[in-house]
């Protein structure tokens, strides 16, 4: 059929009506829908289903759908024909989900679908039912009979003999020996002694019960047309007057609330503990409703052929006002509350209705509100209602008449508007330009004199419980100070920063709360007449939401409810040191983003009545729920080096098996980890933030964020316990989600390396030390033998052949009368037995006093001898002989050689050179003559001869001074030719070169 344009346009206006007409009818609920705009495959919902993860699981013509609150996850599998139209029917322990089809059960474990054979495969594999027994049996309810699962096959369990006339709709236990079955048109009790006893339904001549449900100890029966209460084996009809229709589902929620769906008419809300037989509410969607389901966190969720609808119980309301900017909130005492606004009248909250003052007390005259905003509200005791604005109008309504009180008080250049009332002194106090005055009969009895400095004004005042009246004044920095018994005192312990329009407010137990703009809310209470104690600082450094502070207030309960320039959000003290915090997102529900201008008050009833710049509303405390459930959490893939892998998957399948939680071991090559995790959240303002924890430390969990993963580098070997908990900004955290794992160490920080680098690190010290004592041995052994070489040595140099021979020649010159040539003979002796004895006691001495030895020696020796013999010395000019050291008495024995067995057998004058040249790093050491040689004084072919000990003993020593300095001295003798065949010995050996310090 073609529809003309106004017929068109009429049936698209009656569709418009019809679609809002749902809100109008649901009066105590938000409502969201879903549809296929939100990712829902299918407009046709037919079921949903919450798992242990908080995840629901929407059941559609188009398939299965995953949604966390903010989007919808599609579940597709190759077996289309199959799941198509799958119903999901409970969660097993192992967190798999069993669904119903039309082709049979079937299980989902997440990745893929699960389907298990039959014993005996039925006529009919519609499943109806599908269910965890008491006993932990799964059954299935198919047409033809109930199945139970037995080692993953389907086997009948046979209830009733020749069953194939009945068809087995659902089965319910009613307790451990009896069960109720629905064969679609008669129920039946089944006991244990297998007597089957047909239900009656006097309602009905034929009724068709659709279905059985169960809440806790109540169960409901429904057809098409009623609702009835199953108990003591027969059926209670329920709200004959208000059902009258095709009933599609019931379902009792938590708060003792009946919902029944009733075809296209909607969903009735009944109190089904109260004797009330009338609908409380109702719910009027588009189309009709298969499903109801509550939520763990209150939810309300109705399925149906127009789509997915969550329903919220509304607990605030909201009135807009878009004349005139809306600024404080008052309590005006008997359930009147006054709303002040920025140049405009001030409203009475009535009937949720925002009333002009003027109208609601018959007020004739003019409101002076030019630039002026309602200031602050008192109420004295024969309950007039005093208002002060911040231009300095006083307004008093009495007997529904207002009056203008602004010019009644002339010592006031100015009235401020701050005023309060104190019952123990039945007196107003006002303030002004010069300070405070009580105010009794309309007149000034009193004036308190409080400013310090020009420029300072009062901003904020109140009388507490005990009769003080307190007040605050804007100056350099903050004047607190109260007033009693006509006495004014300062607090001189308490100075900050406070911006105008701060405020004090009291609670039933005795303190004083100051709220700033600037740094939150301080709670004090007096310690002495000018002194307070701050018992708590209440900022975003503690878990504030803000510290921009409008208003604060107390409700019954003493719950402190809190207006800030972020919204408004309540607390509750636990102790001295913490308090919980729910905020209350009010910005989709208010249609305002702009907080700047909120206060609150409490009526002394139930009800929180706040404003904005553009509104006034209120809250129902009672119906908010105070510590909100959290969102639970579950770490949701692993990815590890890059690969993503299933690790929960795995612990969770292979725990059972080993009876003991399963953790991943890993090498030290895979330390990289990017963790991922999700929570369910069904509220369209609130965000989920998370902290992470990676050790045993509870006050180390490090913030997050909204950002569902973490990144985790470089981690040390180790076992770890990743812990992740979530929250919204009104819940409390969640219980944590748990991966543990295990990083090895590199193979070289292994058990077994350490053990083989201690072997191998023992055994090579155990070497080194052996060696260390074989040397120290050795060179002990050098040192002693080396010591008994320089004895011998000087023994050899001071023999008694030498010594006599001196004497002898001594002995000569005296008897010959060469008495001069003695005594220089017997000094030079003298010398060199001194000089001997001296360098004998060192194992080093510089080069000039081995040359003086030389030179006495050689002296003395040519003296005696019946041929004399000339010498030379020659030293290398890059030898410093004061500052190079040698051994001592190495010399000496070559030349003693050269003396007596080269030179002494020539019978004629000869010569000895001695020259030490510098070579590289070393001192070549040379002793030369021109004696006979060694071939003509019978010397051995290694140089020595037997008798000539000393030149033995110098090669001994060097043989040592090499293997301590590690030089080779190289010790060689070589014959040279000279004149008339006489030949001549060179005698060459290499010292290392070493400077004294």
Known sequence: MIFHTPYRKVLFSILFIIFHFQYLLAQHYDIRQYGVSDGLPSASVYSVFQDSRDFLWISGQDGLSKFDGKKFQNISSDETDSISNIDVAFEDSLGNLWGNTIYGPYKFDGRRFINYPFQNKPRNLWVTQQFITKNKKIWVTVGSGIYELQNNVWVKIPFIKNDDLVFYNQVVELDDNRLLFNFRDSLCVYDKYQNLNRIICNEELFPVFKSVRTFNSEIFVFTNKRVYKFKNDSLIVIYPDEINGFVSDVYLDRSGKLWVAIGSQGVKIFDYYSSNQKSIDKIIILGEVYDIMQDRYGNMWLSGNSGLYRLTPRYIHFIAKPKGLICKVFNAGDGKIIIGRIEGEPFVFRDDSLIPVSENYNYRGKFKYSGAWMYSITIDKEQRIWMGNNHGNIYRINSNQIEDLSGRFQSFKRVMGALTYNRSKDAIYLSGDTGIVKVRNDSIVKNFSVFQNQGEYVNAMNTDYSGRTWFCIESKTAIVGYIKNDSVFTVKNFSIKLFSDSHFYFDSSGYTYITTKTQGVFKIHLITSDSIKIDYHFSTKN??????????????????????????????????????????????????????????????????????????????CDKVVENVIPPKIYISDISIADNKVNWMEYCRLLTPFFFTPVKPVLPFSLNQFIISYTSACYSDADEIYYSYNMNDNDSSWIFNGTSNKVSLINLAPGNYVFKVHSRTANSPWSKAAIFEFKINPPWYRTGLFYGLSIVICGTGLIFYLKRRRDQFALKLKTQQHLHELEQRLLRVQMNPHFIFNSLRSINEYIQSHKTILASEYLIQFSKLMRAILENSRQKEIVLSKEIEVLELYMALESQRMEHPFSYSIEIDPEIDPENTLIPPMLLQPIVENSIWHGLAPR??????????????????????????????????????????????????????IEQIKKIETNLKFRDLNGDNNFTGLNVTFTLPFEEAV
């Not at 408004?568 to 009010?586: A, C, G, P, T």
């Not at 206060?599 to 904005?612: E, K």
Request: hydrophobic share 35%; proline share 1%.
């Open 907 to 960: 019978n004629k004058p000869g010569k000895i050179i001695i020259r030490v040249k510098k070579q590289n790093e070393t001192i070549q050491c040379e002793v030369e003559d021109n004696g006979i040689g060694r071939e003509v004084s019978s010397i051995s072919n290694n140089g020595l001869k037997a008798e000539s000990h000393g030149l033995k003993i110098t090669a001994e020593r060097l043989g040592i």
């Open 543 to 620: 878990g504030f939401i803000s510290n921009l502070i409008n208003a604060i207030d107390f409700d019954k309960s003493g719950r402190m409810w809190v207006a800030s320039t972020s919204g408004i959000f309540s607390i509750r003290i636990i102790d001295s040191l913490h308090y919980n915090v729910s905020k209350y997102n009010l910005d989709a529900l208010t249609g305002v983003t702009d907080w700047s201008l909120c206060y609150l008050v409490f009526d002394g009833s139930n009800r929180i009545y706040f404003t904005n710049r553009y509104g006034a509303g209120y809250i129902e």
